[in-house]
């Protein structure tokens, strides 16, 4: 088995596995499921702040993306694509793919978005039905303010859609003071349960965005709209899988009685950057770190196959690279959710500091010294 550090899918804690495995109903007709699906609903909303409604959709996280798209997007629609990543760009697809015109709003992939600059820009262009925003884009590791960005966006009339995957449950958010319109989630990342769900917060704004459409959706799996009357109705669009919403509610729960669930977040990412830098690797984001994931710069002289094949064979450790214009420059790691506590992240990076000697790479210091320097003075 291997002990997964990747940046989602994450861990998974013993109580989500045993809440999937419990003998199950029929979703169909049975009601008190729709209980059961509502009350993880109104929790997921509780925590992230949100009093929209929240949906819980049966497909991986990219499914939100999309159905976000597909739900507000009428052709020849105006779409700001804001663009300082490589999920940021990625929106602009799901856009085209509904007849919607993406507008690049694109910035230094090194650093996050300033919200200054931005307003700077709408103040000459801001036609735009709504705009895509990414919290934390998995690839680089930058954690845009979208506290900061959506309500200037709102100021202009614009709805927001933020892709909050690789944040939520790891970073502090309030859905309704950030103006976020659709905040798409995914079950696999700090929430720690297993891939296949997305969770969606819609707010009313967004709902009557939809519902006063001059055409009809484009979708059916990607339609927003088909879970509106789910509750009144008692029913669902489609079949919904019990298990797993039996499992990521169980992941919800822990994550709602964690009441030092960002505190520890934030502690050891804060800790994983110093060991990383003070041992002579860098980071590839200049600001905005994500306190979800740390992207590391490949040196030079190595290549990132390397690292991840001697973690993964010598070590049983799984981290990853990254893709797109990434692939092959930067090294991640995961800690999030339940990969964020001190004893798997001090035996990454001690393997991290053995992988390195392999390569016969000299680091400046242990990077799992520092680390558990750090862990000893703080207050976790």
Same mark, same amino acid.
Request: glycine share 8%; aromatic share 8%; proline share 4%.
């Given at each position: 088995?291997?002990?997964?550090?990747?940046?989602?899918?994450?861990?998974?804690?013993?109580?989500?596995?045993?809440?999937?495995?419990?003998?199950?109903?029929?979703?169909?007709?049975?009601?008190?499921?729709?209980?059961?699906?509502?009350?993880?609903?109104?929790?997921?909303?509780?925590?992230?702040?949100?009093?929209?409604?929240?949906?819980?959709?049966?497909?991986?996280?990219?499914?939100?993306?999309?159905?976000?798209?597909?739900?507000?997007?009428?052709?020849?629609?105006?779409?700001?694509?804001?663009?300082?990543?490589?999920?940021?760009?990625?929106?602009?697809?799901?856009?085209?793919?509904?007849?919607?015109?993406?507008?690049?709003?694109?910035?230094?992939?090194?650093?996050?978005?300033?919200?200054?600059?931005?307003?700077?820009?709408?103040?000459?262009?801001?036609?735009?039905?709504?705009?895509?925003?990414?919290?934390?884009?998995?690839?680089?590791?930058?954690?845009?303010?979208?506290?900061?960005?959506?309500?200037?966006?709102?100021?202009?009339?614009?709805?927001?859609?933020?892709?909050?995957?690789?944040?939520?449950? *790891?970073?502090? @958010? /309030?859905?309704?003071?950030?103006?976020?319109? #659709?905040?798409?989630? +995914? &079950?696999?990342?700090? =929430?720690?349960?297993?891939?296949?769900?997305?969770?969606?917060?819609?707010?009313?704004?967004?709902?009557?965005?939809?519902?006063?459409?001059?055409?009809?959706?484009?979708?059916?799996?990607?339609?927003?709209?088909?879970?509106?009357?789910?509750?009144?109705?008692?029913?669902?669009?489609?079949?919904?899988?019990?298990?797993?919403?039996?499992?990521?509610?169980?992941?919800?729960?822990?994550?709602?009685?964690?009441?030092?669930?960002?505190?520890?977040?934030?502690?050891?990412?804060?800790?994983?950057?110093?060991?990383?830098?003070?041992?002579?690797?860098?980071?590839?984001?200049?600001?905005?770190?994500?306190?979800?994931?740390?992207?590391?710069?490949?040196?030079?002289?190595?290549?990132? *196959?390397?690292? @991840? /094949?001697?973690?993964?064979?010598?070590?049983? #450790?799984?981290?990853? +690279? &990254?893709?797109?214009? =990434?692939?092959?420059?930067?090294?991640?790691?995961?800690?999030?959710?339940?990969?964020?506590?001190?004893?798997?992240?001090?035996?990454?990076?001690?393997?991290?500091?053995?992988?390195?000697?392999?390569?016969?790479?000299?680091?400046?210091?242990?990077?799992?010294?520092?680390?558990?320097?750090?862990?000893?003075?703080?207050?976790?």
């Amino acid at each position: 088995m291997y002990k997964i550090m990747t940046p989602g899918p994450t861990q998974v804690r013993s109580n989500v596995l045993a809440a999937r495995s419990l003998i199950t109903t029929n979703p169909d007709i049975d009601e008190e499921f729709v209980e059961h699906y509502k009350m993880t609903c109104d929790m997921i909303g509780e925590i992230i702040g949100s009093t929209g409604e929240v949906y819980i959709l049966s497909g991986e996280g990219i499914l939100g993306l999309e159905a976000a798209c597909a739900s507000l997007t009428e052709r020849g629609d105006r779409v700001l694509i804001i663009d300082n990543g490589v999920y940021g760009k990625g929106f602009g697809d799901f856009v085209k793919i509904y007849g919607g015109n993406p507008v690049y709003y694109t910035k230094d992939y090194h650093k996050p978005i300033d919200p200054s600059v931005l307003r700077d820009f709408l103040e000459s262009d801001h036609d735009f039905k709504y705009a895509t925003i990414v919290h934390c884009d998995t690839p680089s590791g930058i954690l845009n303010d979208v506290a900061a960005i959506c309500p200037i966006l709102k100021e202009y009339g614009i709805l927001t859609v933020a892709d909050c995957v690789s944040s939520t449950f *790891g970073v502090p @958010l /309030s859905v309704d003071e950030s103006k976020i319109d #659709i905040c798409c989630m +995914g &079950s696999q990342k700090a =929430l720690s349960a297993p891939p296949g769900l997305t969770m969606l917060a819609v707010s009313s704004d967004a709902m009557n965005a939809m519902e006063n459409r001059k055409t009809p959706i484009a979708s059916f799996y990607c339609n927003i709209l088909t879970f509106k009357n789910y509750y009144t109705e008692k029913w669902f669009p489609y079949t919904m899988p019990i298990s797993d919403i039996l499992g990521l509610s169980k992941a919800v729960k822990n994550v709602y009685y964690d009441k030092n669930i960002y505190k520890r977040h934030h502690i050891i990412a804060e800790a994983v950057r110093k060991a990383v830098t003070e041992a002579g690797l860098t980071l590839y984001p200049e600001a905005g770190f994500s306190d979800t994931v740390t992207a590391i710069n490949v040196p030079e002289t190595l290549e990132d *196959g390397q690292i @991840l /094949s001697i973690m993964k064979n010598d070590y049983n #450790i799984l981290i990853t +690279g &990254s893709f797109d214009i =990434l692939a092959g420059k930067v090294i991640r790691i995961g800690h999030m959710g339940e990969n964020a506590n001190i004893r798997d992240v001090a035996e990454t990076l001690l393997a991290l500091d053995r992988t390195f000697a392999k390569l016969g790479y000299p680091l400046k210091a242990k990077m799992s010294e520092i680390f558990m320097n750090e862990m000893e003075n703080s207050e976790l």
